[in-house]
């Protein structure tokens, strides 16, 4: 597993920063705790999550709404699930 590039880790911070506060805490307290352990997969992932608009995805954070369709995939179901439990 490659450790992710300053400039990869920096773009996927500023593509982490949300329109709705609670996003953003949520989404950053994952990536201080796990940001190190990421895969290319769970990069590749986490910006296809970071896609979802901030209500539907404040909805999956919180557990209202699970994943589904094209979001509904292993390594998305792990990281929602990580960030549920921070």
Do not use: C, H
Not at 8 to 19: D, P, T, V
Not at 36 to 56: C, F, H, I, R, Y
């Amino acid at each position: 597993m490659k450790k992710l590039s300053e400039l990869e880790r920096a773009r996927l911070r500023w593509r982490a920063r949300r329109g709705l506060l609670e996003n953003d805490l949520i989404i950053t307290k994952f990536l201080d705790q796990y940001e190190e352990q990421l895969t290319d997969k769970d990069v590749a992932a986490l910006s296809l999550l970071l896609d979802m608009g901030d209500n539907d995805l404040l909805d999956v954070l919180l557990g209202r709404t699970e994943l589904a369709g094209k979001y509904d995939i292993p390594e998305l179901r792990r990281m929602v699930s990580q960030m549920r439990q921070l």
